[in-house]
């Protein structure tokens, strides 16, 4: 019963090296949702997948990438990392776009 | 842009007490209403849905949604300390949330 894997769960990056954040749910869920988290300033929406084949750009998609690998997986790629991407990292899936979200345990993420 | 806006904070109760958070929301064709409770180091965990005018009771948990007015309310009767966390308020269909409030409940 493991719900939303989120794989690192702790990474430090130099500035300007690349890595991809996992993600993938069991539940069968349409919706894939991509935030971070910052103090202070709740959960920002970076991108989503309202299905399979579809991603859109939410509130600060600058310095990222996605992929809907299929129905289960979507991974975010940072190509270039900076410091102020500095944050935690958390993937949620729902059943549709307006339906509830259930989280990852989340990706504490380091850039120096 | 699309914005939600919950009641800054922080919030503090006595043991026992209602506690009441508040959010607005900006985009008036958005149909559902979600709170979520964050504990310190955890991720969000949804506590609580609503997509219609009224009230939705769950437990000690009320949820109450005026789309006229654009707002929606997280209503815990008799607060514990254990319900001593930050409360988020998301509205679809993209999911987007409110900065939270902290609520701390004191014994």
């Known amino acids: 019963n493991a719900g939303v894997t989120q794989t690192p769960k702790f990474q430090v990056l130099k500035t300007g090296q690349s890595m991809t954040l996992q993600c993938a749910q069991d539940?069968?869920?349409?919706?894939m949702y991509w935030y971070r988290q910052d103090p202070g300033m709740g959960l920002r929406l970076i991108y989503y997948?309202?299905?399979?084949?579809?991603?859109d750009k939410g509130e600060v998609p600058n310095g990222y990438n996605v992929s809907r690998l299929n129905k289960r997986e979507f991974s975010l790629r940072l190509e270039s990392a900076a410091p102020s991407q500095t944050s935690v990292y958390f993937c949620?899936?729902?059943?549709?776009?307006?339906?509830?979200?259930?989280f990852g345990q989340g990706t504490r993420l380091t850039v120096v | 842009q699309k914005e939600v806006e919950q009641n800054s904070g922080p919030l503090s109760v006595p043991e026992g007490a209602i506690a009441s958070l508040n959010c607005t929301y900006s985009d008036r064709g958005s149909q559902s209403f979600f709170w979520y409770r964050q504990y310190s180091g955890k991720s969000p965990e949804l506590i609580m849905s609503i997509y219609s005018n009224g009230d939705k009771e769950d437990g000690r948990f009320t949820a109450q949604l005026n789309k006229a007015s654009q707002y929606v309310s997280l209503l815990i009767r008799d607060s514990q300390p254990s319900d001593s966390a930050t409360y988020l308020c998301?509205?679809?269909?993209?999911?987007?949330f409110g900065a939270g409030t902290r609520l701390t409940v004191k014994p």
């Open positions: 998301a509205v679809s269909g993209d999911m987007r």
């Open positions: 949620a899936s729902s059943e549709f776009g307006g339906a509830g979200a259930f």
């Open positions: 997948s309202a299905s399979e084949g579809t991603t």
């Open positions: 539940m069968n869920h349409n919706s």
